[in-house]
């Protein structure tokens, strides 16, 4: 037998594969994250596109507004799961309450994981879209404020302070490796940033009318979360299992529970159970037991495993579950669900604006002007401004590989509001209330069209701004 095949060389280089496929996993989560968002907002747009046209046929639209109004339940005897303050919960409710309370869960998690080992876990590289999320927000609120000031829609003033990562990812995954990554993970920052600002004002601003004794059960709940956490409990099932009990608890206590969705995800450990050099030291061991004094042609028939060996490859699984935090495994097992179902449903459900009889001039007045403005205009001056004086003044750097040319139409692209904008609207404005029902139709249409406008315009300059060729860091991606 040759020296290349011996059982010592044999394991060495499975033992190197091992260690390189790891080192390369460390960065596979943030990649797919990118490739997810962009993709997302391609499924956003098409759901959108779905709703406004199916909202506007006539031999359609009555059954699309009823669909959403029908009850749903989940329930065991007298008590249903989907009820809220004794009264059962509509399908819109239920994917504005529940649904988007797992999206927020989600961003809850991206949010903890930037904190401790993304682009929020330094300072430095952190601060200017960090700077530019905060005029990104400021500026459009100061905007529509001055424009719908004395009016019966001035609430509305947070709705263009959110920005889209889907939506705005998307746009830069058409102009492909044309884009610096460093101008990828600024707007990615700024959009968690912005995230961060809209979990806020909804914590704030739409929350009435507590329950004290709800609140402080949920509060004990979390108490043990944070235990749990403490104690370095990893059950996946722990945390969804109480955190259900806990969004339930939001949900009748006045608390928006979208923000008990990224309380609990805060409450998710961050570590796994096991080491990498542990995990990489149990695979050697189990690829180990396959014998090399086997005939090496046997490893390559496709066949049936003997117990021993199927033993081993489960040992393989539970390490390869055991290496990654729960806080990353359910983060990256969200994604998808959340991409790919919650947000086109939310899109498809609460964009179906009833064009029909309304007048195409009302766009460019009222609160619908009072957004677009806000979130094309709003957001290109609050975040271009604020990054400006932040470098000019040397607070934080200019993203690698980028200039103010590139720079002018990614703070345009962060006018891109829609998922959030449009959330924020639905709790600012009672659907149930004709007058407040037509606000909220020419708020979402406003939201459309900015939203629309803001992604055109940053396109149209981003592909003049950025040269030709693949972006110098593009090989980092």
Same mark, same amino acid.
């Given at each position: 037998?040759?020296?290349?095949?011996?059982?010592? !060389?044999?394991?060495?280089?499975?033992?190197?594969?091992?260690?390189?496929?790891?080192?390369?996993?460390?960065?596979?989560?943030?990649?797919?994250?990118?490739?997810?968002?962009?993709?997302?907002?391609?499924?956003?747009?098409?759901?959108?596109?779905?709703?406004?046209?199916?909202?506007?046929?006539?031999?359609?639209?009555?059954?699309?507004?009823?669909?959403?109004?029908?009850?749903?339940?989940?329930?065991?005897?007298?008590?249903?799961?989907?009820?809220? &303050?004794? !009264?059962?919960?509509?399908?819109?409710?239920?994917?504005?309450?529940?649904?988007?309370?797992?999206?927020?869960?989600?961003?809850?998690?991206?949010?903890?994981?930037?904190?401790?080992?993304?682009?929020?876990?330094?300072?430095?590289?952190?601060?200017?879209?960090?700077?530019?999320?905060?005029?990104?927000?400021?500026?459009?609120?100061?905007?529509?404020?001055?424009? $719908?000031?004395?009016? =019966?829609?001035?609430?509305?003033?947070?709705?263009?302070?959110?920005? =889209?990562?889907?939506? $705005?990812?998307?746009?830069?995954?058409?102009?492909?490796?044309?884009?610096?990554?460093?101008?990828?993970?600024?707007?990615?920052?700024?959009?968690?940033?912005? =995230?961060?600002?809209?979990?806020?004002?909804?914590?704030?601003?739409?929350?009435?009318?507590?329950?004290?004794?709800?609140?402080?059960?949920?509060?004990?709940?979390?108490?043990?979360?944070?235990?749990? &956490?403490?104690?370095?409990?990893?059950?996946?099932?722990?945390?969804?299992?109480?955190?259900?009990?806990?969004?339930?608890?939001?949900?009748?206590?006045?608390?928006?529970?979208?923000?008990?969705?990224?309380?609990?995800?805060?409450?998710?450990?961050?570590?796994?159970?096991?080491?990498?050099? *542990?995990?990489?030291?149990?695979?050697?061991?189990?690829?180990?037991?396959? *014998?090399?004094?086997?005939?090496?042609?046997? #490893?390559? +028939?496709?066949?049936? #495993?003997?117990?021993?060996? /199927?033993?081993?490859?489960?040992?393989?699984?539970?390490?390869?579950? *055991?290496?990654? $935090?729960?806080?990353?495994? /359910?983060?990256? $097992?969200? !994604?998808?669900?959340?991409?790919?179902?919650? /947000?086109?449903?939310?899109?498809?459900?609460?964009?179906?604006? #009833?064009?029909?009889?309304?007048?195409?001039?009302?766009?460019?007045?009222?609160?619908?002007?009072?957004?677009?403005?806000? /979130?094309?205009?709003? *957001?290109?001056?609050?975040?271009?401004?604020? &990054?400006?004086?932040?470098? +000019?003044?040397?607070?934080?750097?200019?993203?690698? !590989?980028?200039?103010?040319?590139?720079?002018?139409?990614?703070?345009?692209?962060?006018?891109?509001?829609?998922?959030? &904008?449009?959330?924020?609207?639905?709790?600012?404005?009672?659907?149930?209330?004709?007058?407040?029902? =037509?606000?909220?139709?020419?708020?979402?249409?406003?939201?459309?069209?900015?939203?629309?406008?803001?992604?055109?315009?940053?396109?149209?300059?981003?592909?003049?701004?950025?040269?030709?060729?693949?972006?110098?860091?593009?090989?980092?991606?």
């Amino acid at each position: 037998m040759s020296t290349n095949s011996s059982p010592k !060389h044999r394991i060495a280089n499975w033992d190197a594969e091992v260690r390189s496929v790891f080192d390369k996993g460390i960065f596979f989560s943030a990649r797919q994250a990118l490739r997810r968002h962009a993709s997302g907002g391609n499924i956003l747009i098409g759901a959108t596109v779905l709703a406004l046209i199916i909202a506007n046929i006539p031999a359609l639209n009555t059954n699309y507004f009823d669909f959403w109004e029908q009850e749903v339940r989940l329930q065991l005897g007298d008590f249903n799961l989907f009820s809220h &303050s004794g !009264h059962h919960m509509s399908l819109m409710s239920f994917i504005n309450d529940a649904l988007m309370a797992i999206f927020f869960f989600s961003i809850g998690l991206e949010i903890k994981r930037e904190v401790l080992v993304g682009e929020l876990s330094s300072f430095k590289q952190a601060l200017l879209p960090i700077i530019g999320a905060c005029g990104g927000m400021a500026i459009p609120v100061l905007f529509y404020y001055f424009l $719908s000031r004395g009016t =019966d829609y001035a609430g509305g003033a947070a709705i263009p302070m959110a920005t =889209d990562i889907a939506f $705005s990812l998307g746009v830069l995954a058409m102009l492909g490796k044309r884009v610096p990554v460093s101008l990828k993970i600024f707007l990615t920052t700024l959009a968690v940033v912005d =995230d961060i600002g809209g979990i806020i004002v909804i914590a704030v601003f739409y929350s009435s009318h507590i329950e004290l004794m709800l609140l402080l059960y949920a509060l004990v709940l979390f108490g043990v979360l944070l235990l749990g &956490s403490v104690m370095r409990i990893k059950s996946k099932i722990f945390y969804l299992g109480i955190g259900g009990v806990i969004w339930f608890l939001f949900l009748n206590s006045g608390i928006h529970p979208t923000i008990a969705g990224v309380l609990v995800a805060f409450c998710v450990p961050a570590t796994p159970v096991f080491a990498p050099r *542990k995990y990489i030291k149990i695979i050697r061991s189990s690829i180990s037991h396959f *014998k090399a004094e086997e005939d090496p042609e046997d #490893l390559e +028939k496709r066949t049936i #495993l003997s117990k021993e060996q /199927l033993n081993w490859l489960k040992e393989v699984e539970s390490a390869s579950d *055991k290496v990654i $935090s729960p806080l990353q495994d /359910l983060e990256d $097992s969200l !994604h998808p669900i959340v991409n790919y179902f919650i /947000l086109p449903l939310f899109a498809f459900a609460n964009a179906g604006i #009833l064009l029909l009889g309304m007048d195409p001039a009302s766009v460019f007045e009222g609160i619908s002007l009072s957004v677009i403005i806000g /979130l094309v205009l709003g *957001k290109f001056v609050g975040i271009f401004s604020f &990054s400006w004086l932040a470098v +000019k003044l040397g607070i934080a750097p200019m993203p690698a !590989h980028a200039n103010w040319h590139m720079m002018a139409p990614m703070a345009m692209l962060g006018g891109i509001g829609f998922t959030v &904008s449009i959330f924020i609207a639905s709790l600012t404005f009672n659907a149930a209330i004709p007058a407040q029902l =037509d606000l909220l139709n020419h708020a979402k249409l406003g939201i459309v069209v900015g939203s629309v406008l803001a992604g055109l315009l940053a396109f149209i300059w981003l592909h003049f701004a950025l040269p030709k060729g693949v972006a110098p860091d593009a090989a980092e991606e």
